[in-house]
């Protein structure tokens, strides 16, 4: 229509007829359900216990792929104010990113998907608040991930947060993020990560099957409570007894080096005491927990390969399943689609000077190497 630009009769929508497809939203709100949940053939076979009309596995993937466009394609600050409104402005707000591989088709075997989570958190519990949670994520590089991110960061309005935490695992790339969409954050490196770190570098020194790395982990943890200083201290003491070896000595040397380096580069991240007395968390569990509950459960079954644009539909749709609900993501996407203008990625984040050109896929891959430096 050259007037209203509906593309279809006024009465089709009056009547809830289907826009795009062949099914009715309710219906396919519905159809979008099982095959968000499932891979396609078990959707088909479970569709049947339901409704007496039988689906196929291609009426699935169409579906899929036509929701998943509309998602990736939406505006995002405004998609994630339909996900979930936001509820006034938090007290503590907490942001998590991390990468994790998927398995695609083509030449390249693995793709990274990355994916964040922000919510608002509890001083006085020291817990994150049910249902405060927003996901977001994406198949490709950080240049893509990071204005999805922001716009869910301004939802929550988080230039009025007096307390932002951002939480990460110690990759370069991570820091750098944090500091272009939340430069007042408090920056923490997960807990977790620092004592893994301390355990393979225990394995190394002491050997894999050793009955003293239990001790080491405990003690590692132990001088963690009070920061870095007094592990590093402790670890510089190892170094002459490791010279003094023969055949091991440079992979020994070279682990303990490793270590302390990644520990002063984080130094100002490890508060840790400091952080637990405030009420606030030291943990990335959120994001390790995202990992499984908004992709793999769905997208890395045994057998499973994705096209890189099935891929990215998916992660879009279960990001914003996750955030709404099974009730309300279906309608959310489609309010946003209705109610204004779609771009495939929002310049907004530009406000804050972010060059996103600068980190491609070749970026993000060398950013998961180098983690652990």
Known sequence: ???????????????????????????????????????????????????????????????IARVGAQCEAADQ????????????????????A???????????????????VVYRHDREGNEPIGGSARYVAVVNGLGEFAPVLE???????????????????????NWTLADQLAPDAIQILDWHHAVEHAVDCGKVLLGEESPWLPIWQHRAEALLSDGPDAIVAELMECIPEVEKRRRDRAEALGALNNLVGYYRN????????????????????????????????????????????NARRMARLR?????????AFYDAIRRTRRN??????????????????????????????????
């Open 319 to 327: 990001a914003a399943y996750r955030t709404a609900g099974a009730l």
């Open 340 to 373: 204004g203008p779609s771009e495939p990625i929002n310049p907004a984040a530009a406000r804050n000077g972010f060059h996103y050109a600068r980190y491609g896929n070749r970026d993000m891959n060398r950013c998961a190497r180098t983690a652990s430096n």
């Open 77 to 96: 600050g405004q998609l994630q104010q339909e996900l979930k409104p936001a509820q006034g402005v938090a007290d503590v707000l907490v942001v998590e």
């Open 1 to 63: 229509c050259e007037e209203c630009k509906c593309g279809f009769h006024p009465v089709d929508r009056l009547l809830n007829l289907p826009e795009e497809g062949e099914l009715t939203s309710e219906m396919e709100k519905r159809v979008l359900d099982f095959a968000i949940n499932d891979v396609y053939g078990e959707c088909a076979a479970r569709w049947n216990l339901h409704y007496q009309q039988p689906i196929s596995e291609n009426l699935l993937r169409r579906v």
């Open 98 to 116: 991390d990468g994790t591989l998927l398995p695609i088709r083509g030449p390249e075997p693995w793709k990274e998907a990355k994916v964040g």
């Open 151 to 173: 716009e869910a960061l301004h939802v929550e309005r988080i230039e009025e947060v007096p307390t932002v935490v951002w939480v990460g695992d110690g990759a370069v790339c």
């Open 266 to 309: 984080n130094e100002r991240r490890m508060n840790y005491r400091l952080l637990r007395e405030e009420g606030l968390p030291i943990g990335s569990g959120a994001v390790e927990s995202a990992h499984r509950h908004v992709l793999q459960m769905r997208m890395k079954r045994a057998g499973q390969r994705w096209s890189l644009r």
